[in-house]
């Protein structure tokens, strides 16, 4: 059955440091997002991307972030110079055409940063 | 503001019938989903629905009333691998980027 993957399963960084989190939506998916969830709080959406562009972010997806479909598999996403409160599970999701309404989410990538 | 607002913790016996429900006040209604995530797990998709009414799949059921911005989810035969957070999540926009509740956390006892 087809999933979505995410790499690093883990990542730990500097204050201040870039990191970059990789995922891999389901190959003929063509509605990207990211969530990020802050251990024990619940799941909040940064941004959505479709037609190669971003459609949607919240007010948390400011200027210390942007994502990148750089091939026709890999979805990014950049986190400049990261901060402490940045400390979170990040979730790629994708859906299918025609099903936006169902959302695969992969087994996301734990930032910690020190 | 958006919220969306489910209670934080329910507990239920094993084989018991379980209803989560969940009200919400969003900027943007498309429907409303639901998701199961295990401990350090990722969200899993359960049900979405967009118009009124009851949609069934196996043991679970959700139920919308756009009229009252209120919805459930209704669990039945429950069993021990159930335990787990169930979220309420609101399809915002034309993108569908979910807007989420806090979550439920379910507790099954034996």
């Known amino acids: 059955e087809p999933e979505v993957t995410q790499t690093p399963s883990h990542q730990v960084t500097q204050m201040g440091q870039e990191v970059i989190l990789r995922c891999v939506p389901i190959s003929n998916h063509l509605y990207f997002y990211w969530y990020r969830q802050i251990l024990g709080q619940k799941v909040e959406f940064l941004v959505s991307f479709y037609n190669n562009e971003i459609s949607e972010k919240s007010e948390i997806f400011d200027d210390q972030f942007s994502v990148e479909r750089p091939d026709g598999s890999n979805f990014t996403l950049k986190i400049r110079s990261t901060k402490l409160e940045d400390s979170a599970m990040y979730f790629c999701?994708?859906?299918?055409?025609?099903?936006?309404?169902?959302?695969?989410f992969g087994p996301g990538t734990r930032l910690t940063v020190l | 503001g958006q919220s969306l607002e489910q209670p934080s913790e329910v507990t239920a016996v094993e084989g018991a019938i379980v209803q989560i429900n969940c009200t919400y006040q969003?900027?943007?209604?498309?429907?409303l989903s639901w998701y199961q995530q295990h401990d350090g797990g990722a969200p899993t998709f359960l049900s979405y629905n967009a118009l009124d009414g009851l949609e069934e799949t196996g043991r679970f059921s959700s139920f919308l009333s756009r009229s009252d911005s209120y919805g459930y989810l209704l669990l039945q035969e429950l069993q021990m691998k159930d335990s787990a957070s169930y979220f309420c999540?609101?399809?915002?926009?034309?993108?569908?980027?979910?807007?989420w509740g806090a979550g439920t956390k379910l507790i099954i006892k034996p």
């Open positions: 969003t900027s943007g209604f498309y429907g």
């Open positions: 999540a609101v399809a915002g926009g034309d993108n569908y980027q979910l807007i």
């Open positions: 999701a994708s859906s299918g055409p025609g099903r936006k309404n169902e959302q695969f």
